[in-house]
């Protein structure tokens, strides 16, 4: 007798093909597509969106899905592959379809509409949409609640399974607590760290070449993937096999050069998923804040590192000689690692990051609870800004409509960034206990850094949520000090703070 999973299997292969073209158009749509495909494409789209749905809620899949439970005969991956359908299924099952896609009809009008409010600097046209958006989701939320669960766990549950607002609410204490201070000192340090010479006409031809090598150099295989150009670096991937990233390039060198080694960092976990797992429904990173734990190692804690530049500098040099030819390593590594209060999120120096995300995560808290109304959320981003970073935006365009995020409905997902820091410096104390990172580096040996990640985090998939990942490879339960010692000893250094 066939078992209920072989049954259930080609539905799963079916929702994951059509989740793969609707990710490929996804990509298209941000690097290449012409300009006027958008509406005709747009309804490519959302019919393949609803065979999705209907691949994925369907009585029968319903049906094996309960059935394989109770035949109990799974594999490691099939349990995972059930579990993780569920989920989907649970989330599914609570919302009535047409609210769900009344929903999916707002957040298509609410991201133009907050576009054009960010273009024309006016909150008060984009405040009736997100007000909207917002109650969809509080109502949604409170479908899938159970009695006595907050609103707020189960919007976290979508992007960071195993996190409450408790265990999130101790984890900004320490931020506000320990990061914020560091991070006056700083500013108020007597220190001054130039880095005018990042600046200047580069081609894009250059710093392409230099990209592509760059990437290359960090663990991006070009036989497995692809690199184009986008407004804002994202990576992507269909599987395993075709991983593709994207970056940027503008009159800072820093700025598309870390973000290719950032989005190598995704690239790099899923490279590394098993061939068992991929195209599957966990074949993909554990949750958004490991996957930010794995481009964040790579981009910050690796890539702005003395020792990762010590064999390439001499290429970065000759590559940009009119600015960096007088530049010597140590004065390069030291501009790259320089802090300074800004207004925008994505363009935010590793010290400061967290605070941008400490603003956003108490604002949505209170929105969810119903504490603060959105016509208010202008005046408290700025009062926020200005107690963490001690800067105001003056317009809304650089601040509160910064990001699109909240447009789209994503209430709970910004924390996952400030995750990803901690997860990154907790794997990385534990990993210099059974490595000599900085000699590797100097060596040029990031494969063996590569391996150690590959084993203890990427192959995994969603077989383990993040925080069995960081218990599985650290021996500890998640721990916020390591995020905190990691900064403390590079900025205090840095600064030359006692
Ligand atoms: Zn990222």
Known sequence: MKRAFDELKPYLDQAMALNTALVLFEWDNETLAPEEA???????????????????????????????????????????????????????????????????????????????????????????????????????????????????????????????????DQFFDVIRREIVPLFHEVRDSKVQIPD?????????????????????????????????????????????????????????????????????????????IRDDLTQTMVGQGASMAMHESQSRFFENIIGRSRSFWEPIYPKLQEAFSENLGKVSLEEFVKAVNKAQAGLIRTEADELTYSLHILVRYELEKELIEGNLQVEDLPGAWADKYEEYLGIRPETVAEGVLQDIHWSQGSFGYFPSYALGNAFGAQLYYHMKKEMDIDGLLAAGKLSVIRDYLREHVHQYGKLKDSRQILKDATGEDFDPGYYVKYLKEKYKALYQLS
């Not at 393949?48 to 369907?58: D, E, I, K």
């Not at 579990?83 to 929903?103: A, N």
């Not at 405040?127 to 949604?140: D, I, N, S, T, W």
């Open 38 to 168: 958008g509406g005709l494409t747009g309804r490519v789209i959302g019919l393949l969106s609803g065979q999705y749905f209907q691949a994925v809620n369907n009585e029968q899949v319903v049906a094996l899905a309960k059935q394989c439970e109770a035949e109990g005969n799974l594999t490691e991956a099939e349990a995972a592959q059930v579990k993780e359908l569920e989920k989907e299924l649970e989330k599914l099952s609570h919302i009535p379809r047409k609210e769900y896609e009344e929903f999916a009809r707002l957040t298509a009008e609410s991201t133009r509409v907050w576009a054009k409010a960010k273009e024309t600097n006016d909150f008060s046209c984009f405040a009736p949409v997100l007000k909207k958006v917002l109650e969809y989701q509080k109502k949604f939320a409170g479908y899938r609640a159970k009695a006595g669960e907050k609103l707020m766990d189960v919007m976290l549950k979508d992007y960071e399974p195993g996190f409450t607002t408790e265990l999130l």
């Open 196 to 272: 005018e010479f990042l600046t200047g006409d580069f081609s894009d031809e250059t710093q392409e070449k230099i990209g592509r090598f760059v990437a290359e150099y960090t663990g991006f295989d070009f036989r497995k993937g692809v690199m184009a150009v986008s407004a804002h670096p994202f990576t992507t991937n269909l599987h395993n096999k075709d991983v593709r990233i994207t970056t940027h390039y503008t009159n800072r060198l820093d700025s598309s050069l870390f973000s290719i080694i950032h989005e190598t960092g995704h690239a790099i976990y899923e490279f590394g």
